[in-house]
């Protein structure tokens, strides 16, 4: 979703603004917009569509030192040059980026802006107009900002250039991401620690409600109500060359291929020397003591979770429920009496899962975040952090953090289990390994994989996959992923949910893919594509060694049945790739979409 930089330095601006904004590209983004002050002017370049077009509507001549960027994902008013960011004051003297959703922001234009021509359809407009109509009566710029962000309702992250204070840049906060990057004579605002890294890797956080001064010899962090605060900085453990795509032509398909180094790191980083699980203790105490868990999180997340419910429940004998972020709040189960909540989330930004995250905190009950990002805001404000350790992912479509969710799921049961002094008859951690091996194996099948999207993806509308027991939750997470970088509209049924009414949509030729991996359930599986092929379809089975049949499109090796799905969507997202790139898409960044989904 929208992504902000800024620097205040002593190098060329433009140049570190444009490169930072092509490394906030993968959160997806529809326009995109720079702001300098050279010359006793802000001179401001913003343009519809990618980077590349920004980076060539840039004035070479100027020659600044100071200023902000943004990439917008568009809420208020449809992708154009005027709704880009930034935004300016009717005078120009200040100059904005914004993300996030102000909900009042009619309501303020109303009160405050009756007499202000205000151009864009944007919400972030009305902050600059405000800033600059608060300035004309007297206040200081940072009374202005002040009094303009404790009027705003919603989520923000702003930075803003007045013209007048050509060593400052103003930026505030509420609920949308945004750090400050220190370094010496050089300080650089960013949605993303990755964005800066070629200027510092030492960040500091800001809160929600803090207004900070950005200037080039320090910064100044004050609460809205004007009270300094201190904070330490932190060490971004980032590997530059992590977010980097190397010799690979998309991040997706570098990223599945980190998936059994990812497998392999999980296991090292929560293993003792003796083979036991090294979990947090508090974290341990707080499983034991619950009674309910209850999973929040949204698109492949919310798949990892149905996944990590099976097994909590099978591995940990724990009561789990999983529900879907956006909907918690409005559907509220009822509760058990000592619930713990656990977010799992990849940026761990998602909005919708940090607005249930606020709202059970309040409640008082106990929270864990499961991430890829610990500083992130879910991580941050839970009582306690897993880390999944996958490494940055830049692709919009989820891979690597989503097999390293189960796999740290599975650890979470398994530590659960041993703390309950429950036996078990498999050793996971060597099983992890077997899985990690059975990736390895199947990233090397890319040629058959590329075959099977060939025949069955490049031209059809729809298709459909299907699965029992954890094969269901693959099949949605693999038609998940095929329709947000391919554009085919498919869906993700319990085999046995078909004959209900969608196997009306089947026609001669319609792909079904077909997850076999569990024993208990191959055969009623094999039966379901029976159905389907009668009426026409074209089947595609995927099932696993020790239960494979002639005809089957891909045998996985074999694993253990309970971990199968960090197995079986392997060929699912390598099919889903090549789908895309047959049919000419955008693989990292499909349409409409973004990585970090930052509103709700
Ligand atoms: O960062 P999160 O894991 O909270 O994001 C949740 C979803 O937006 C995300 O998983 C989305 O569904 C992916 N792009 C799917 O590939």
């Known amino acids: 979703m929208c992504g902000i930089v800024g620097y205040i330095g002593t190098e060329d601006a433009k140049e570190i603004l444009l490169r930072g904004l092509e490394k906030l590209e993968y959160r997806g983004y529809d326009s995109a917009g720079i702001a300098v002050r050279a010359d006793d002017v802000t001179h401001v370049f913003k343009e519809k569509g990618r980077i590349a077009t920004l980076r060539e509507a840039v004035a070479d001549d100027v020659a600044a030192s100071v200023g902000i960027g943004h990439t917008r994902w568009a809420t208020h008013g449809v992708p154009s040059q005027l709704n880009a960011h ?67 309702k919603g989520s923000y992250a702003i930075a803003l250039l007045d013209k007048d204070d050509p060593e400052t840049i103003f930026v505030g906060k509420n609920k949308s991401p945004l750090l400050i990057g220190v370094g010496d004579g050089v300080n ?53 060359s992590d977010i980097e795509k190397g010799t690979y032509p998309h991040f997706m398909l570098k990223e599945i291929d980190e998936q059994p180094f ?16 090294r979990l947090d203790g508090d974290i341990r105490a707080a499983m034991q003591q619950s009674d309910r868990i209850y999973i929040i999180a949204a698109g492949t997340s919310y798949h990892a979770g149905l996944v990590g419910k099976q097994l ?21 189960p009822l509760l058990s009496d000592n619930p713990l909540f656990v977010f799992i989330s990849q940026s761990g930004e998602t909005a919708d899962s940090r607005g249930v995250l606020v709202n059970v905190k309040k409640q008082g009950h106990r ?29 919009v479509a989820s891979t690597k953090a989503y097999t390293a969710q189960m796999a740290v799921l599975t650890l979470l049961a398994v530590d659960t289990a041993h703390a309950a002094g429950i036996e078990l008859d498999f050793d996971p951690l060597q099983e992890l390994g077997i899985v990690a091996n059975a990736m390895e194996a199947l990233c090397d099948q890319k040629e058959e994989l590329e075959q099977i999207a060939r025949e069955y993806l490049s031209v059809t509308r729809n298709a459909f996959f299907i699965g029992r027991a954890v094969d269901y939750y693959v099949a949605m997470e693999g038609a998940l992923k095929l329709k947000e970088i391919s554009y085919i509209q498919a869906e993700g049924f319990a085999g046995g949910e078909l004959k209900h009414g969608t196997i009306a949509l089947i026609e001669e030729g319609t792909p079904v893919l077909a997850l076999a991996t569990q024993s208990e359930v191959h055969w009623s599986i094999r039966g379901n594509v029976k159905e ?34 960090l197995v079986s969507v392997i060929p699912t997202q390598l099919i889903a790739y090549y789908a895309a ?12 979409l973004a990585k970090s989904v930052t509103v709700e």
């Open 86 to 152: 930034p935004h300016q004051s009717s005078t120009e003297r200040f100059t904005l980026v914004h993300n996030g959703v102000i909900e009042n922001y009619e309501q303020l234009q109303r009160e405050h802006l009756c007499n202000v021509h205000v151009q864009s359809d944007t919400d972030t407009e009305i902050i600059v107009q405000l800033i600059e109509q608060f300035s004309g009566d007297g206040l200081t710029t940072e009374e202005a900002v002040r009094k303009a962000l404790s009027l705003m």
């Open 312 to 332: 909590l429940e099978r591995i940990a004998g724990k009561p789990v429920e999983v529900h879907i972020a956006s909907e918690f709040l409005y559907n509220m």
């Open 262 to 277: 990812v497998i392999r790191n999980i296991v090292q980083k929560y293993q003792h020397e003796d083979g036991s699980t």
């Open 532 to 565: 389907v092929a009668a009426r026409g379809a074209a089947p595609v089975i995927i099932s696993m060694e020790g239960h494979e049949q002639e005809g089957d499109a891909l045998v996985l090796p074999r694993v253990h049945e309970l971990l199968a799905p």
């Open 367 to 395: 929270t864990l975040t499961i991430t890829n990002v610990p500083g992130s805001t879910l991580s941050r404000e839970a009582d306690y952090t897993l880390h999944t350790f996958a490494g940055p992912e830049i692709a």
């Open 188 to 240: 650089v605002i960013a949605s993303d620690a990755m964005a800066m890294l070629s200027v510092t890797d030492e960040f500091v956080e800001i809160m929600d409600e803090e207004l900070v001064l950005v200037q080039r010899e320090g910064i100044t962090i004050q609460t809205l109500d004007g009270k300094e605060q201190t904070r330490d900085s932190y060490r971004a453990e980032l590997d530059a």
């Open 581 to 592: 790139l047959h049919r000419g898409c955008d693989v990292d960044k499909p349409r409409n």
